[in-house]
């Protein structure tokens, strides 16, 4: 019923930049929290970046000043700007999303299928 589709990931050199964007489509009543996380092999799922509906944001430590989170309410998109990228960025990135399909609903997530960023050094 619902699909996040991801697009943008791929190979940069450190220091390079990189969007990333993701579309929700589907039978969506709302949208709540759209975020962004990563994992790398071996380790755990973390939070890259969250923005909330009407544009609060929150970012990992290891990416402030550096990634720029944003979405467009009417594309039901989110998106990530990433810069002075490092080697330690590379892993899956994966987009979220709460999503209410109907007024009375509950949110629940939905996930992406992971988009590959590599940074080489």
Do not use: H
């Not at 697009?7 to 009543?29: H, K, T």
């Not at 759209?34 to 929150?58: D, K």
């Not at 309410?73 to 999503?99: F, G, H, R």
């Amino acid at each position: 019923q619902v699909q996040l589709v991801e697009s943008g990931g791929g190979l940069v050199q450190a220091g390079g930049s990189l969007r990333l964007s993701c579309a929700a489509s589907g039978s969506i009543f709302s949208i709540n929290d759209m975020g962004w996380y990563r994992q790398a092999p071996g380790n755990q799922r973390e939070l890259v970046a969250a923005i909330t509906s009407v544009g609060s944001t929150n970012y990992a430590d290891s990416v402030k000043g550096r990634f720029t989170i944003s979405r467009d309410n009417a594309k039901n998109t989110v998106y990530l700007q990433m810069n002075s990228l490092k080697p330690e960025d590379t892993a899956v990135y994966y987009c979220n999303a709460v999503i209410r399909l109907s007024r009375w609903s509950q949110p629940k997530d939905y996930w992406g299928q992971g988009t590959q960023v590599t940074v080489s050094s």
